[in-house]
């Protein structure tokens, strides 16, 4: 499994992004998908999920602000932000568990600032 993920850049407060994770492997539209980001300092924190059917479930640190939605054909999911904070601004990853692993993605760094 190999996950690339995409779309990151700088945006003012309030602003919107949308990210991309790009996975590889026929079993990646079976997995649940999660969304993680680290900010300078910090740990690693949860932004949401979504599983197969598209049930997604959200951490509270963007709840209400992310949406998370995916194209099983495509083997893409996508990270949607919005009214950005700078405190939102981190390395955004994605992530699956599969077969007792964890495989993670090379990041997108997420950049607030005015």
């Known amino acids: 499994v190999q996950l690339a993920e995409s779309g990151g850049g700088v945006v003012q407060p309030g602003g919107s992004l949308k990210l991309t994770c790009t996975g590889s492997?026929?079993?990646?539209?079976?997995?649940?998908v999660g969304w993680y980001r680290q900010a300078p300092g910090k740990q690693r924190e949860f932004v949401g999920d979504?599983?197969?059917?598209?049930?997604?479930m959200y951490g509270d640190a963007m709840k209400g602000r992310a949406t998370i939605t995916r194209d099983s054909d495509k083997d893409m999911v996508w990270l949607q932000m919005s009214n950005l904070r700078p405190e939102d601004t981190a390395v955004y990853y994605c992530?699956?568990?599969?077969?007792?692993?964890?495989?993670w993605g090379q990041g997108t760094q997420v950049t607030v600032s005015s």
């Open positions: 992530n699956v568990e599969y077969k007792g692993q964890s495989y």
């Open positions: 492997g026929s079993a990646f539209r079976f997995m649940v």
């Open positions: 979504i599983g197969l059917g598209g049930t997604t």
